[in-house]
């Protein structure tokens, strides 16, 4: 019981931090963002739309749009690259401690369990060494530790699994975001550099 107390307490502290960063830190409202960023690369204003991506320095989105844009003036295949070693450094960030509440509910789930095998073994063990009378008593007593042993890892694994399932959705929504608009940013800055902008503009509407 007390290994899955402080399961449940790694469990909450897991929970409360993806959830703040998840939801406050690296999310943004993407649409909105790259339509702005849009724009000013329509406009060839650069330096504003890097200022843009400062001004939400932990959205890894952001991040991500940054690092071409600072390469906005070189080549192709350095746009490229820009892009592809800062999504290699953004998502495994993004990704961080999301699986571990996976992790942690089945570790609570088999903890339950254990504690279950265990109350069992002492139940029935105790039977030789009570007076027949009491030995009722002490089988209800032990076995009623061992329901309450895999309940308790059930409390803190139902919720756990709830909480991977939503936080996994958030991640996977910010990792398809930064593909598909780091990938309209490079066609953009592909395109900024041809002299081909007002046609890419013009497909992007």
Do not use: W
């Not at 993407?30 to 406009?43: C, D, E, R």
């Not at 009378?133 to 309450?148: K, P, S, T």
């Not at 139902?158 to 399932?165: E, F, G, L, W």
């Amino acid at each position: 019981m007390h290994i899955i107390l402080l399961t449940s307490v790694v469990t909450v502290a897991v929970m409360i931090e993806r959830f703040i960063f998840l939801f406050f830190r690296y999310n943004i409202n993407a649409p909105a963002f790259m339509a702005q960023i849009q724009k000013l690369v329509m406009a060839n204003n650069i330096d504003r739309a890097i200022k843009l991506c400062n001004a939400a320095p932990s959205a890894a989105l952001a991040k991500v749009i940054k690092a071409g844009l600072t390469r906005a003036n070189k080549g192709e295949v350095e746009i490229q690259n820009a892009i592809e070693e800062s999504i290699l450094d953004v998502m495994p960030i993004v990704e961080k401690r999301t699986g571990s509440l996976q992790a942690l509910a089945n570790i609570a789930t088999l903890l339950g369990l254990l504690g279950t095998v265990i109350g069992l073994i002492l139940a029935f063990a105790t039977l030789k060494t009570v007076a027949p009378d009491q030995r009722q008593e002490a089988l209800g007593v032990n076995i009623a530790l061992a329901m309450n042993t895999t309940a308790f890892g059930l409390i803190v694994a139902i919720p756990a699994i709830a909480a991977y399932t939503f936080c996994a959705g958030i991640t996977k929504k910010i990792s398809n975001e930064i593909d598909l608009y780091s990938l309209k940013l490079e066609n953009l800055l592909i395109a900024r550099l041809k002299g081909n902008l007002s046609d890419e503009g013009a497909t992007e509407k």
